[in-house]
């Protein structure tokens, strides 16, 4: 058998053989490898493979990934190397496990395969690039309130089922057609959570830049933990190979589960929330391989990081929560409220913090999300008074009628992406009047046909003035210096949109 000879070929490479003493799934206890290291790679003679993760004087406490043949007194030999997985070209447009092993019936992974270690230590601060180009998400609510950039580490909180994963989803498509590389962490899913994930990414056409690395909830809590690591590892080969790469890690509350079953496991001790203390360094080294880097060649290269956490009736004060608050560089919160008032995305732009982002803003967009911010903080105070019943004046009734207004243009379905130009000029129509005196349910069905009209692919002669309108927009938008120019333009073009809508 082939394992047998890879087997006995890490015999003959080491000199050493041991034997499993005791099995506590996924842990096994060993002795008989005097030489062990902590994260050396251990095979079995059946060739299922482990990762050492516990040393004392008798015995080594090693993770084992694949338990299907393990029982007591089975022979274990050491590789005298890290455990590594198998990385290529051929891993986009797949599903497969955390050995990288393909997982979607569609048969090998093909490709010129390097073997990387899932655990890699981080670039160094001399490596590292400031964060300055904007990565546009697609979602309106995001790109303008809570602006991201390349090579940033961006939490995304929220209560359960409040639209995390959709918003992730959508920034994956969106950036799959910008030729950006994403790899999706899913850990610990529902199997039909899983295939709904896939079919959203085939049915936006973007699976073909996006690798999907996962492990169900019915599988190992060996196979949780390592799913981040592999998954990184496999962001940072196509990072080193020049590209823009984004990994979502979904998500840690249940990684940091799995991880504390395996310490309790191994018998460490507990600490808050019986959670090993340690949980802070695993979680801060993954978050920390991510960035915005010069490349051997001299050009910039980044992974954009987003790991998941959840929250309970927004308490973002678990241990968990405020660990990877404190090592990221922002959080997009998904507040339950939004959520039950029918905002959608359910994102609470107020509570929501971008340390670098906004460092990759130009100047019309820092101008227009001032004056939507003060909008809306108006609003939401006029709309606190006006549920007592009392009495609105009229500019009190226009300030509502207006925040209402900006909630329809944030407000959007999760398979509608909207490019940085298009954003701009809805808002640019907005304060220019455009819906002054329209229903909000009107105005939506018009931003609709907008933006159905701007983004078809080919616009016929008899559009041509949409077209010239949108050239101009796709090329000078970002140039304006303040919103009152965007306004102006917008302002002489709505004549010309008036005829379409």
């Not at 950036?175 to 295939?195: F, H, M, R």
């Not at 690591?229 to 590209?243: I, L, M, P, Q």
């Not at 929250?311 to 990221?328: C, D, K, R, V």
């Not at 971008?354 to 227009?368: A, M």
Request: aromatic letters at 8%.
């Amino acid at each position: 058998m082939k394992t047998n000879q890879e087997f006995e070929k890490y015999i003959e490479k080491t000199g050493e053989s041991g034997y499993i003493i005791h099995c506590s799934d996924p842990i096994v206890y060993l002795s008989g490898l005097p030489s062990l290291k902590m994260g050396e790679a251990i095979v079995s003679e059946d060739g299922e493979r482990g990762m050492v993760y516990g040393l004392d004087r008798r015995k080594a406490g090693v993770l084992m990934f694949e338990t299907e043949k393990i029982e007591a007194a089975r022979k274990m030999a050491r590789t005298d190397d890290f455990l590594r997985i198998p990385v290529s070209e051929g891993l986009l447009g797949r599903i497969v496990d955390p050995l990288c092993l393909p997982i979607d019936r569609k048969g090998p992974v093909l490709g010129a395969k390097e073997y990387l270690p899932i655990k890699e230590k981080a670039p160094g601060i001399t490596k590292r690039v400031k964060v300055a180009e904007p990565l546009e998400t697609g979602v309106m609510m995001v790109d303008l309130l809570v602006p991201l950039g390349y090579g940033q580490r961006e939490t995304v909180i929220g209560d359960a089922k409040t639209g995390k994963t959709n918003f992730l989803l959508q920034t994956i498509s969106n950036q799959a057609k910008k030729g950006t590389i994403c790899v999706y962490v899913g850990i610990g899913k529902e199997s039909p959570t899983l295939k709904s994930v896939e079919s959203y990414l085939k049915e936006m056409k973007a699976f073909d830049k996006v690798v999907m690395m996962v492990t169900t909830s019915s599988q190992s809590a060996a196979l949780h933990y390592l799913a981040p690591f592999s998954g990184t590892a496999v962001a940072e080969y196509f990072r080193n190979k020049g590209h823009k790469v984004i990994i979502v890690y979904d998500d840690f509350s249940t990684h940091a589960k799995a991880y504390r079953e395996i310490s309790l496991l191994l018998k460490r001790a507990p600490g808050r929330e019986a959670y090993p203390g340690d949980i802070f360094y695993v979680h801060a080294t993954l978050i920390e391989r991510a960035g915005n880097i010069k490349t051997a060649d001299g050009k910039e290269a980044s992974i954009t990081s987003f790991p998941i956490v959840e929250t309970l009736e927004n308490n973002i004060s678990g241990f968990i929560q405020t660990n990877l608050l404190a090592m990221t560089d922002g959080h997009v919160f998904f507040d339950i409220d939004e959520f039950k008032r029918g905002q959608m995305p359910a994102v609470n732009a107020f509570l929501s913090v971008s340390r670098v982002g906004n460092q990759t803003r130009e100047s019309l967009s820092k101008d227009l999300v001032d004056k939507i911010k003060k909008r809306l903080v108006s609003y939401r105070k006029i709309l606190e008074v006006a549920q007592f019943g009392s009495e609105l004046s009229k500019e009190n009734k226009q300030a509502l009628d207006f925040g209402g207004k900006i909630e329809v243009l944030l407000s959007q379905d999760a398979k509608v992406l909207i490019p940085r130009y298009l954003q701009l000029f809805l808002f640019g129509l907005l304060f220019s009047g455009f819906w002054k005196n329209v229903s909000k349910k009107a105005m939506k069905e018009e931003v609709l046909k907008i933006l159905r009209l701007f983004q078809e692919e080919k616009l016929t002669d008899s559009k041509k003035e949409i077209k010239e309108i949108k050239d101009f927009l796709e090329v000078e938008v970002l140039k304006m210096k303040n919103a009152e120019e965007l306004k102006d333009f917008c302002e002489q073009v709505s004549p010309v949109l008036e005829k379409f809508i």
